[in-house]
């Protein structure tokens, strides 16, 4: 199986703060990697797919980059909304991993 | 409006059996495939198994392979999740969701989640 590794685990910022958060993969899977955003006891929502696309709806203040094993999510001025947890996912092969998640907390 | 909603959940004892159900609602069920997925108490997310648009194609992850079978109904736009033999560490909130088309790898769509507990 691909082994998907974010760091950091746990991120302090502030609002208005630009955020960056990593995804490492264990070998190469393209651009085939989504982002998720999830808020405690909800479902996780889509924010990126094809590790640069922004999914319709999602504030143009996300963005993902990266290809074959290194990718960023980006968030250019952090927002109260987005103090959450955020995951990547690799689609590359059928045996569908997710990183470990990064927690984007309150400084 | 899409709309998913997860149900089945409950408190099993190790061994014993549950299904997990996810009606479905806004879309064209028989065109998409379905997954579940899975999140243990303060863990990060685990794919658990994908189902094809007519049935015919499952793909589990290994810990599961043998105990759960993704199953469903496109006449009723419902999906199953059959789990036997379960184990603690099976205990999570599991979700539902909506495969991508285009994709075949990434879920557009997400049901509220349903908790499994198996505890004795």
């Known amino acids: 199986d691909i082994q998907m590794t974010q760091s950091p685990s746990t991120l302090s910022a502030s609002v208005g703060d630009r955020v960056t958060i990593t995804c490492r993969a264990s070998?190469?899977?393209?651009?085939?990697l989504a982002w998720y955003q999830q808020k405690p006891g909800k479902a996780p929502n889509l924010l990126i797919y094809?590790?640069?696309s922004l999914e319709s709806g999602v504030p143009s203040r996300f963005s993902g980059s990266g290809s074959g094993t290194e990718f960023t999510l980006t968030i250019s001025s952090l927002q109260p909304d987005d103090f959450a947890t955020y995951y990547c996912?690799?689609?590359?092969?059928?045996?569908?991993?997710f990183g470990g998640g990064t927690k984007v907390e309150i400084k | 409006e899409v709309q998913l909603v997860d149900s089945g959940g409950g408190l099993v004892q190790p061994g014993g059996s549950l299904r997990l159900s996810c009606a479905t609602s806004g879309f064209t069920f028989s065109s998409f495939w379905m997954s579940w997925v899975r999140q243990a108490p303060g863990k990060g997310l685990e794919w658990v198994a994908n189902?094809?648009?007519?049935?015919?194609?499952?793909k589990y992850v290994d810990s599961v392979k043998g105990r759960f079978t993704i199953s469903r109904d496109n006449a009723k736009n419902s999906l199953y999740l059959q789990m036997d033999t379960l184990r603690v560490e099976d205990t999570a909130v599991y979700y539902c969701a909506r495969v991508d088309p285009g994709s075949g790898g990434y879920w557009d769509y997400w049901g509220q989640g349903t908790l499994v507990t198996v505890s004795s």
């Open positions: 094809k590790a640069s």
């Open positions: 070998q190469s899977i393209s651009s085939w």
């Open positions: 996912q690799q689609y590359n092969s059928y045996s569908l991993t």
């Open positions: 189902i094809n648009q007519h049935g015919s194609v499952e």
